[in-house]
Each structure stands twice: as C-alpha cells, then as structure tokens.
C-alpha cells in the first residue's frame, strides 16, 4: 500500500502570505497526486488534479508541482476564504490514499 | 448541477447492519465510476470503496473488505454502501463521491456526507 505523507500537520500564516504544503508517497506515484480543501463541516473540494492540473473555478493564486514521490501545493497571496485543511490523495492504485492533512490556520 | 445527497446515516449498535444510498443528479450517472470516502469525527479522509461505471469492477480498502458492499443502480441513478458487521471504529462521516471518468481515482464532486456512529 502506498503511504501519503504530509507536511506540516499544521501552520499558521497571515492573509497576504506565500503557504507551501510538502506531500510525500512512499513509492514512485508518478503524477498521480491530487490536492483537496475542505473547510469545517463541509465536504473537501478538488483543487489540483495529476498534481498540477488546476481544477476549473480555483483561483490562480493555487498551484501544484512536483511528480515520482515529491509534491508540493502552493498558495501565493494567502486570502481568508483559504484558510482551512488541505489533502493530498494518490491516485496511483488501489487502495487510494490520502496524506493526513495540513491545516492552515490564521496567525 | 452537478448533486450527490447522500442518506441512510444513524446511530447502530456495534455488529449490526446500515444501508447507505447516494442520489445523484445533474449528470450521465452511468458515465461515472463513484466513491465512497469517509472521515472519523476530527481526523482525516479515508477512501473506502469504488464501483465502475456499469457496476462490473469493484475496490474496497482493506479495513471494510469483507463487511462492506458497493452497489449501484443506474436505473435510479443511486449508489449504495451495505455495511455489516459494524464496529466503533466504523463510526464517521461518509461521502460518496464522482470519479472524473472512470479511471481517474480522484473525486471531482462529493456529497455533503451522512453520519455514521456505531455506539451501544
């Protein structure tokens, strides 16, 4: 099974800041990383797809890089609405698999 | 637009049986592989089966094989979840989810969860 792993579990930023959330997978996933937001009480959302597809709708201030087991989500210009807990899923076999979440919280 | 409702939660009793469904609407059900996924109360997703789009293929994550199974109907353009054998640790909120297409593995639309507790 592949294992996802996130970094940091938590970090709290300031509106106006650059956020980077790093993403690891235990094996060579190639390009089969997803990013999600979810916000409390609410369902996740698809922001990034084959890690760096961003998803019709998302603002351009949200990017997604990296490919084999290195990724990253980056958000340039942090706003309120973004403020949440961000999930990376590999799609690369089953069972799929998500990172633990990073939670991104106002300083 | 695109809307999945899901329904059937409620508290159980541990080794008892809960049917899950998920309507959807808004697009070619048929088209579409789907998802469920759920979450533990305050911790993280957790992706726990997948049916094709013509029901002919399924996947389930380890901690439900055995106990858990996924349907569909598209007639009636509803998923099901069939869970047995319930235990504490099955206790969440779970979603169904859109695949892309049908092969993707990743969720593009997501209902807004129905909850699970399984409590004596």
């Known amino acids: 099974d592949i294992q996802m792993t996130q970094s940091p579990s938590s970090l709290s930023a300031s509106v106006g800041d650059r956020v980077t959330i790093t993403c690891r997978a235990s094996?060579?996933?190639?390009?089969?990383l997803n990013w999600y937001q979810q916000k409390p009480g609410k369902a996740p959302k698809l922001l990034i797809s084959t890690a760096s597809s961003l998803q019709s709708g998302v603002p351009s201030r949200f990017s997604g890089s990296g490919s084999e087991a290195d990724f990253t989500l980056t958000l340039r210009s942090l706003q309120p609405e973004d403020f949440a807990t961000y999930y990376c899923q590999q799609s690369y076999s089953f069972p799929l698999s998500f990172g633990g979440g990073t939670k991104v919280e106002i300083k | 637009q695109v809307q999945l409702v899901e329904s059937g939660g409620g508290v159980v009793q541990p080794g008892r049986s809960l049917r899950l469904s998920c309507a959807v609407s808004g697009f070619t059900f048929s088209n579409h592989a789907v998802h469920w996924v759920r979450q533990a109360p305050g911790k993280g997703l957790e992706w726990v089966a997948v049916i094709s789009y013509d029901g002919s293929d399924k996947n389930y994550a380890d901690s439900v094989k055995g106990r858990f199974t996924i349907s569909r109907d598209n007639s009636k353009n509803t998923l099901y979840l069939q869970m047995s054998s319930l235990r504490p640790e099955d206790t969440a909120v779970y979603y169904c989810?859109?695949?892309?297409?049908?092969?993707?593995?990743?969720?593009?639309?997501w209902g807004q969860g129905t909850l699970v507790t399984v409590s004596s």
């Open positions: 989810a859109r695949d892309r297409t049908g092969t993707t593995l990743f969720f593009d639309y």
């Open positions: 094996q060579n996933i190639s390009t089969y």
